[in-house]
């Protein structure tokens, strides 16, 4: 059963950095992509933020390019959001996702993925 568990979230000024990890389990193959996604207060939708494949391939929202990055540590079966720079609009609770594929994938969309964590909250001051 694959179980993603998140931790790191918190309140920061505006400037400032936070990372979040995800502590992957159960995991069945190595063709998996991930991703981390954002809704922010009274958000409809969830926001693809960043996605790697199982290669080590990334994208990245426009919002995101320069200032967040999505990494891997494979010996611990966890993935990273480094988060700098941090903006008020950066406000939202953040989740990760995996899901599998037979090839190498990445996605920023919320459909392209069927397990995910139970978020965590970022909030951004001014």
């Known amino acids: 059963q694959v179980q993603l568990v998140e931790s790191g979230g918190g309140s920061v000024q505006a400037g400032g950095s936070l990372r979040l990890s995800c502590a992957m389990y159960g995991l069945t193959s190595s063709l998996y992509h991930t991703g981390w996604f954002r809704q922010a207060p009274g958000g409809k939708d969830r926001e693809g933020v960043a996605s790697m494949d199982s290669e080590g391939l990334t994208t990245y929202a426009n919002s995101a390019k320069g200032r967040f990055t999505i990494s891997l540590d494979n010996a611990k079966n966890t993935l990273y959001l480094q988060m700098n720079s941090l903006k008020p609009e950066d406000t939202a609770v953040y989740y990760c996702?995996?899901?599998?594929?037979?090839?190498?994938?990445?996605?920023?969309?919320?459909?392209?993925?069927?397990?995910w964590g139970q978020g965590t909250q970022v909030t951004v001051s001014s």
């Open positions: 996702a995996v899901d599998f594929r037979s090839s190498s994938w990445y996605s920023l969309s919320a459909n392209e993925y069927k397990y």
